[in-house]
């Protein structure tokens, strides 16, 4: 069975977007954020990968073809070597032709297991991408060292894995779905589903009601969850392959291993891996405990705490977060340097509007008014609605010399900072703390990237408007 699920309309879709002239397409048509050359090279790279020396990927547990293709076009004009790994014929198939598609050469097709790469002789990559396998296999942990013996030395991954406290309310339902179709071998794909999905519906009908199904079952907005409410509709037993991939894959999956923030630290120092930061902006910014609210005292306390345990706080806090994205890395210190004076540091995924509406807030700064904070609000782009995020900018009389620049993203700050000693006669040491404070006010939002000045822009997505202030 191919997953993740891929219907026949949208294959039909990809043709018709990339027609008979893929490889000159502005845009990709599929985006994976955790997956662009800016996010993994600021996390993983110090910012100074150039992605064109022999680069090479592999996608652990490739699936239908999500991340290969999406890696394999941002690389298309580099000598670079994607190899996708599956034991899942099927998939791969799916994964093929989407990759012809896009009239993509720079891939090599392997159907085996994660477990047997120590067999194959794929010698050694500098970035891993494996996302909703390893909490599936046998041996998560083993799982893990295989791919991580895998790495270079500065190589590193970017990893998707469930997470134990979001998902409390779907294990009971596991453990339900256990006791009523028994022995799973004795039934077909269809039977069980359609157990699911009267259970579902039995459990969100009177006297419980769908809202008290959802308090207990997804803790991240039981107002309202499309998946679950087709879920309940008894005319929608069956809605086409991809719901019922999705419903098989949550509810009768045979093997399932959820994380919480210290176990995932855990989980990488075993396998000699260090924990590098979650990669979904979402989820970055829930996590982040300035923005849980919370009254001054236990603010105070928690500035005491590392920044995991304020991670575990913060999951704990929610109590939703079902499945985790991060990086991890073979490097101790791998994450891009504000310090490094020869980074380019640059406003990234083309943030529609940030810079008109910064720009009205900057004329507010005045002597008698040296410091204000300009409050935005932003969605992100994307076929899911993450809802609306607020984010704080510093404001001071400096900020004006270098906010053109990051929009711009093409000076080093050692650059920047020589143009406006000459302009302006203003010390870089001054200009490098008001930089620096910028940059940390908002880091979290991963709206501010680095990168080497000797390394070419070439991200697929940097027409892409992924902010929308």
Same mark, same amino acid.
């Given at each position: #069975?191919?997953?993740?699920?891929?219907?026949?309309?949208? #294959?039909?879709?990809?043709?018709?977007?990339?027609?008979?002239?893929?490889?000159?397409?502005?845009?990709?048509?599929?985006? #994976?954020?955790?997956?662009?050359?800016?996010?993994?090279?600021?996390?993983?790279?110090?910012?100074?990968?150039?992605?064109?020396?022999?680069?090479?990927?592999?996608?652990?547990?490739?699936?239908?073809?999500?991340?290969?293709?999406?890696?394999?076009?941002?690389?298309?004009?580099?000598?670079?070597?994607?190899?996708?790994?599956?034991? $899942?014929?099927?998939?791969?198939?799916?994964?093929?032709?989407?990759?012809?598609?896009?009239?993509?050469?720079?891939?090599?097709?392997?159907?085996?297991?994660?477990?047997?790469?120590?067999?194959?002789?794929?010698? &050694?990559?500098?970035?891993?991408?494996?996302?909703?396998?390893?909490?599936?296999?046998?041996?998560?942990?083993?799982?893990?060292?295989? %791919?991580?013996?895998?790495?270079?030395?500065?190589?590193?991954?970017?990893?998707? @894995?469930?997470?134990?406290? +979001?998902?409390?309310?779907?294990?009971?339902?596991?453990?339900?779905?256990?006791?009523?179709? +028994?022995?799973?071998?004795?039934?077909?794909? @269809?039977?069980?589903?359609?157990?699911?999905?009267?259970?579902?519906? *039995?459990?969100?009908? &009177?006297?419980?009601?769908?809202? $008290?199904?959802?308090?207990?079952?997804?803790?991240?907005?039981?107002?309202?969850?499309?998946?679950?409410?087709?879920?309940?509709?008894?005319?929608?037993?069956?809605?086409?392959? @991809?719901?019922?991939?999705?419903?098989?894959?949550?509810?009768?999956?045979?093997?399932?291993?959820?994380?919480?923030?210290?176990?995932?630290?855990?989980?990488?120092?075993?396998?000699?891996?260090?924990?590098?930061?979650?990669?979904?902006?979402?989820?970055?910014?829930?996590?982040?405990?300035?923005?849980?609210?919370?009254?001054?005292?236990?603010?105070?306390?928690?500035?005491?705490?590392?920044?995991?345990?304020?991670?575990?706080?913060?999951?704990?806090?929610?109590?939703?977060?079902?499945?985790?994205?991060?990086?991890?890395?073979?490097?101790?210190?791998?994450?891009?340097?504000?310090?490094?004076?020869?980074?380019?540091?640059?406003?990234?995924?083309?943030?529609?509007?940030?810079?008109?509406?910064? +720009?009205?807030?900057?004329?507010?700064? *005045?002597? /008698?008014?040296?410091?204000?904070? *300009?409050?935005? /609000?932003?969605?992100?782009? *994307?076929?899911?609605?993450?809802?609306?995020?607020?984010?704080?900018?510093?404001?001071?009389?400096?900020?004006?010399?270098?906010?053109?620049?990051?929009?711009?993203?093409?000076?080093?700050?050692?650059? #920047?900072?020589?143009?406006?000693?000459?302009?302006?006669?203003?010390?870089?040491?001054?200009? %490098?703390?008001?930089?620096?404070?910028?940059? &940390?006010?908002?880091?979290?939002?991963?709206?501010?990237?680095?990168?080497?000045?000797?390394?070419?822009?070439?991200?697929?997505?940097?027409?892409?408007?992924?902010?929308?202030?």
């Amino acid at each position: #069975m191919p997953y993740p699920a891929f219907s026949l309309e949208q #294959m039909d879709n990809e043709r018709k977007y990339y027609g008979d002239n893929p490889i000159n397409k502005k845009e990709v048509l599929l985006h #994976m954020p955790t997956e662009t050359l800016s996010m993994i090279n600021h996390y993983l790279y110090k910012g100074k990968e150039t992605f064109s020396s022999g680069f090479r990927v592999l996608i652990a547990g490739g699936g239908t073809g999500n991340s290969v293709v999406f890696i394999a076009e941002q690389l298309r004009h580099t000598d670079a070597e994607i190899v996708y790994l599956d034991f $899942s014929h099927a998939s791969m198939v799916v994964a093929q032709e989407r990759a012809d598609i896009r009239q993509l050469q720079n891939i090599k097709w392997v159907n085996d297991k994660i477990e047997n790469i120590h067999l194959l002789d794929l010698g &050694k990559f500098d970035f891993i991408d494996c996302s909703g396998v390893l909490h599936h296999l046998p041996d998560p942990d083993r799982g893990l060292e295989i %791919l991580g013996g895998s790495l270079t030395e500065q190589g590193g991954m970017a990893v998707m @894995v469930y997470g134990r406290y +979001g998902r409390t309310g779907l294990y009971q339902i596991q453990d339900l779905v256990r006791l009523i179709n +028994g022995d799973e071998d004795h039934l077909e794909m @269809v039977d069980e589903i359609r157990n699911v999905k009267n259970l579902i519906r *039995s459990l969100s009908s &009177k006297p419980f009601g769908f809202q $008290s199904f959802m308090r207990r079952f997804s803790f991240r907005d039981f107002q309202t969850d499309i998946f679950y409410e087709t879920l309940t509709e008894p005319k929608q037993l069956f809605s086409g392959s @991809v719901y019922n991939h999705e419903v098989y894959d949550r509810f009768c999956h045979s093997q399932d291993r959820a994380f919480s923030v210290p176990e995932l630290d855990e989980w990488a120092t075993q396998a000699g891996l260090h924990f590098v930061d979650f990669s979904f902006k979402r989820d970055k910014y829930l996590l982040s405990v300035q923005n849980l609210g919370l009254e001054a005292g236990l603010g105070k306390t928690l500035n005491k705490l590392n920044v995991l345990e304020n991670y575990a706080f913060a999951e704990l806090f929610h109590g939703s977060f079902d499945n985790h994205n991060l990086y991890l890395s073979k490097q101790a210190d791998s994450i891009a340097d504000i310090e490094d004076i020869d980074n380019v540091l640059y406003f990234y995924g083309n943030p529609h509007k940030l810079g008109e509406k910064l +720009g009205n807030d900057l004329i507010k700064v *005045s002597e /008698e008014n040296p410091k204000i904070v *300009s409050s935005l /609000e932003f969605e992100i782009s *994307s076929s899911l609605n993450y809802g609306k995020f607020n984010i704080s900018f510093p404001l001071t009389n400096q900020t004006k010399y270098f906010i053109g620049h990051l929009l711009e993203g093409k000076l080093s700050t050692g650059d #920047m900072l020589r143009e406006v000693e000459d302009k302006y006669k203003i010390g870089p040491e001054l200009m %490098l703390s008001e930089l620096r404070d910028f940059y &940390k006010n908002i880091s979290q939002h991963d709206l501010l990237l680095l990168r080497d000045k000797t390394v070419e822009d070439i991200d697929v997505m940097r027409n892409s408007v992924l902010f929308r202030f």
